[in-house]
C-alpha cells in the first residue's frame, strides 16, 4: 500500500510502503528517496484498516 507523505528534512513529498501484513503498528526507517535521510516512519491502522503515517527525523 502506498501512502504520500513529507520528509521531515526537506519537506519534500515522498511515497512510503505499508504492508498491511505487517500489522495496525508498525516503525521502521526509510531513507528520503529526494535528499537520502533517514526518517523514522510510523505507521498505524484505524478500525477501518486505513492507515496514517508519520515521518520523523531519525536523529532526533
Known sequence: MEIETECPYCGEPITVWIDPGGGSRQRYVEDCSVCCRPIEIGA????????????ARDDD
Open 44 to 55: 498505524r491502522a484505524d478500525d477501518d484498516g486505513r492507515y496514517e503515517v508519520d515521518a
